[in-house]
């Protein structure tokens, strides 16, 4: 297991035009900290939906990148969308759960990754073109490469320590967030 915000920073180095949809809690905070940017969507108090945002904003433009960077807990809230984005095949979208097995966001409480719930399996058992375990920060620029030139859908499962770094908050108002995001966007 390693550190989670410089994986996060690994990842959005250079980021050119990706487009980047991130889960309540720790991954935003992780987001934030490589520094806001216009293409950046905060869902807050979304729990549970921003796999599924970021399958309809790859639907939506299949001509751009899409990464959706959310935890453990949001993803298993979701699992249904998993199976969702198998059906559906987005070439241009990739998921990033960055697994600490806890609930962040409402104390440390144990998810059920903690008890033994694989989700890169269940990637897998949804027809994900490429699943990739993570477990070393030494692999951040290899999935780097991956958000911007692999085809998806393609599901990394990061497993990163159980600690509770300095929160780094974007604007929390949902309607500056996506007109900024739909400007940025070209949309």
């Not at 790859?58 to 298993?76: H, S």
Request: aromatic share 6%; with cysteine; net charge positive.
């Amino acid at each position: 297991m390693f550190d989670r915000r410089p994986f996060v920073a690994g990842l959005l180095v250079d980021r050119g035009d990706l487009l980047v949809v991130t889960g309540l809690g720790s991954s935003t905070y992780d987001v934030a900290a490589c520094g806001d940017h216009s293409l950046n969507f905060y869902l807050w108090s979304a729990m549970g939906t921003t796999a599924m945002v970021g399958l309809g904003l790859a639907l939506a433009r299949p001509d751009r990148r899409v990464a959706v960077i959310t935890g453990d807990g949001d993803t298993l809230m979701g699992l249904g969308s998993l199976a969702t984005i198998g059906v559906k095949q987005p070439g241009n979208l990739s998921i990033v759960v960055l697994d600490n097995r806890h609930y962040s966001a409402t104390g440390m409480q144990p998810t059920a990754t903690a008890a033994g719930i694989d989700l890169a399996g269940t990637a897998q058992a949804c027809r994900f073109r490429r699943v990739e375990r993570v477990t070393e920060l030494s692999r951040a620029a290899a999935m780097r490469e991956l958000l911007h030139t692999g085809q998806g859908p393609i599901f990394i499962h990061a497993q990163v320590e159980a600690d509770d770094q300095k929160r780094i908050m974007p604007s929390r108002d949902g309607y500056a967030i996506s007109r900024r995001f739909m400007q940025a966007s070209g949309r």
